[in-house]
């Protein structure tokens, strides 16, 4: 494999040396991250990013935008189950959800799992992104693609918002980082849309990035959010495959109180949330209740 | 900094391109990390490894083994505070503990901040460690090396432990990766001359690796432990600077539960634990309790 694509040019973000093949994260200035590869499934160039589906050693298959991980089978579960499970069951009775992003598919796959969820409008700017995911990373996109609840949208998520008002029960921004496509999926005016499009019981979810590594953007997520939600909570899960480990989610809502959820309720085919997972979730450690000025 | 440096030969571990220095981390086959180094505070050859104290951009100041990121500045405190205040907790009233490992202090530093704790002995192979974080990683060594009640053992742990019978409230086990001189503190052999190193009602703890990347060592960790000692839970814990980022502890009882724990009695100057977090540590997600044998 790696000699015939010695042969070739290689894709950006991909090295080979010691007749093995890299694939390489350098968007960080001060860390860089290279994980073995064992092929590259494909290479498209998306009028949005450069995507990758490629085989690895460590993580089994993954999705990468622009070199940057995304989503990987050996771990993707974990980051999707926890942002999907705890609004479907923090709302007792949701039948409507919203997507922003997702484009691999994970979050859909998870929220199917709840019969009472009628419809399900998923939202993805870049449509090459969700071909490659259903075709080569049915580990994560699941049935998710062939679920007729399921309504895929393939627009900017900004714009699909703002004319929808009092629609949703739930809704899920999956979101990459907020840089290139994504940046606008983290300013007020759009979580301001977002809320409008809920109906008046309504809980959305975003991620928010690293405590560690990120903790102006999970500060801002937190304080803006506040600002026009009742009932906000911070959540965390740890998410090997991305650098720092622990990784945020910031719920927001308009009646329901995630610490009220009914457990019982949670789907039971999962890998990493139980009814524990869920509540040892919002215990934060003494450092993040510092940053978010919770005490 | 690192022109000065070009002239001169970089030690192991370490290489320079583009005009920035970084600290190579590649003894995995199938990653390979780079840290961007400010600057090697001091390199030393030890009779069991090269210990390197450098400070780094994202993770300041740090303890690297032969090329492996230990402990940081940044992150150190959560893994120090994990492995040190749930069994200094879980035993109600400890006056003796036995740290074997911990070269860097930082568990030391931990044990310290319970002043019921009266002996604290040190079992560290590698003087050279030890001298190295006293003089340069004070953040994490902290006030443990001018503190009386810690005395210091350069000496093999698995040797100290032998002749050591029923000495010891608490034992935490704070050892590096099982390769080279950290593989023995793995054995059985040495889990049992460790309990007899223990007080009738003593607690044990050891760091058991990572839930994703070393499902074997946890497993057969938990289930060594688990035939010599009435209850055995296993914790988690985040560490940003770990690759996977969630670790494992294991601890070992000989009667007290750590569910049952006065949290009340936890000190109160942490960055990470607190009782949320302890009760949460405990709330292990499905595929660990499968791993496990949990249910």
Chains 1, 2 share one sequence.
């Not at 350098?26 to 064992?38: C, E, F, Q, S, T």
């Not at 290479?43 to 690895?56: L, Y």
């Not at 900004?158 to 983290?186: H, Q, T």
């Amino acid at each position: 494999m790696v000699r015939k694509l010695m042969n070739n040019k290689l894709p950006r973000y991909f090295e080979e040396f010691n007749n093995n093949l890299w694939s390489v994260e350098d968007d960080r200035d001060n860390m860089k991250l290279y994980y073995r590869v064992k092929e590259i499934l494909s290479t498209r160039i998306s009028p949005f990013q450069q995507v990758n589906i490629i085989d690895t050693y460590d993580f089994g298959r993954c999705l990468v935008l622009d070199g940057v991980m995304q989503t990987t089978e050996l771990d993707g579960y974990i980051y999707n189950e926890m942002i999907s499970h705890i609004p479907a069951i923090t709302h007792p009775n949701p039948s409507k959800a919203l997507i922003i992003g997702g484009g691999d598919c994970g979050v859909a796959n998870e929220l199917i799992k709840y019969p009472e969820l009628l419809e399900i409008d998923m939202v993805e700017i870049d449509e090459v992104v969700v071909e490659e995911c259903v075709a080569k990373l049915t580990k994560i996109s699941g049935n998710a693609p062939r679920d007729n609840r399921v309504k895929f949208h393939f627009t900017d998520g900004v714009k699909f918002v703002k004319d929808k008002k009092g629609l949703y029960d739930i809704a899920i921004v999956d979101s990459s980082d907020p840089i290139g496509p994504a940046e606008v999926l983290f300013s007020e005016e759009f979580y301001v849309d977002l809320k409008d499009s809920l109906k008046d019981e309504g809980v959305m979810v975003c991620q928010s990035q690293s405590p560690i590594f990120n903790k102006d953007i999970l500060s801002r997520t937190h304080h803006i959010l506040k600002r026009h939600f009742p009932i906000v909570k911070t959540y965390k899960a740890v998410v090997p495959s991305y650098p720092g480990g622990m990784w945020s989610f910031t719920l927001a809502s308009l009646v329901y109180d995630p610490l009220n959820a009914n457990l019982a309720k949670l789907a039971l085919n999962t890998s990493y949330i139980n009814s524990g997972v869920f509540q040892a979730s919002f215990s934060l450690p003494n450092f993040m209740c510092d940053d978010l000025g919770i005490l």
